[in-house]
């Protein structure tokens, strides 16, 4: 399972200063005290107020997983080994408006349609006719955060990067997407350690 947060380069904050207005008299620039660093370091009440949280952009849930007969057996098997893999159900999660929504997408995407919510949730109603609007928005906007579906003039799509040629299968679109979006992590994570190992020097 890999799981990565997409965040602002360690550059943006060289220094940022830390402020802690629960405590009320501590403000410090963390590079100019090694030592005032380890303490806030390696004490987890002032660890638990670090912003770490409003530097996070996206997070990147991907699980690799078996691919058995059986989960290519059927249609909505095989939305949900899709929606594990990319970590947009947890497993043994029973809830399937998600991958109802996920199989009206793919559904209007294959007949080259980009459908409007009203279309996905009329498509929706017809396997599960007691699905509420609320709840088909909430997993629409659910994929939209997750960066795997656009929306431009009230119309659904797949998000398929624009630097790409016309004609791909939309597997090879979302591989490139993903791996976008991981390449990303991980260069923000070269640079952090690379910063990191100039501190035992």
């Not at 303490?39 to 009440?45: A, D, E, K, Q, V």
């Not at 991958?99 to 498509?123: C, H, N, W």
């Not at 997750?146 to 998000?159: A, E, Q, V, W």
Request: hydrophobic share 40%.
């Amino acid at each position: 399972m890999f799981f990565f947060s997409q965040n602002h380069s360690l550059s943006d904050a060289n220094y940022l200063p830390l402020i802690f207005d629960k405590l009320g008299f501590l403000s410090c620039f963390l590079h100019q005290n090694s030592d005032l660093e380890s303490f806030i370091l390696f004490n987890p009440i002032l660890l638990n107020m670090l912003p770490e949280s409003s530097k996070i952009r996206k997070e990147i849930l991907l699980r690799e997983l078996q691919l058995p007969e059986s989960a290519t057996a059927t249609r909505m098997s095989l939305l949900r080994w899709i929606a594990l893999s990319l970590g947009l159900i947890s497993p043994g999660e029973s809830r399937l408006i998600l991958l109802d929504v996920l199989d009206a997408l793919f559904y209007f995407y294959f007949k080259g349609e980009q459908p409007t919510s009203k279309e996905i949730l009329d498509y929706v109603k017809k396997r599960n006719p007691n699905v509420s609007e609320k709840s088909v928005f909430y997993h629409l906007n659910r994929l939209k955060e997750n960066g795997l579906i656009i929306s431009k003039d009230r119309k659904y799509t797949f998000n398929i990067p624009s630097d790409l040629p016309s004609g791909l299968s939309l597997g090879s679109y979302l591989q490139a997407l993903y791996q976008k979006r991981c390449h990303d992590v991980l260069e923000n994570v070269k640079e952090v350690v690379d910063t990191l190992g100039k501190r035992y020097e």
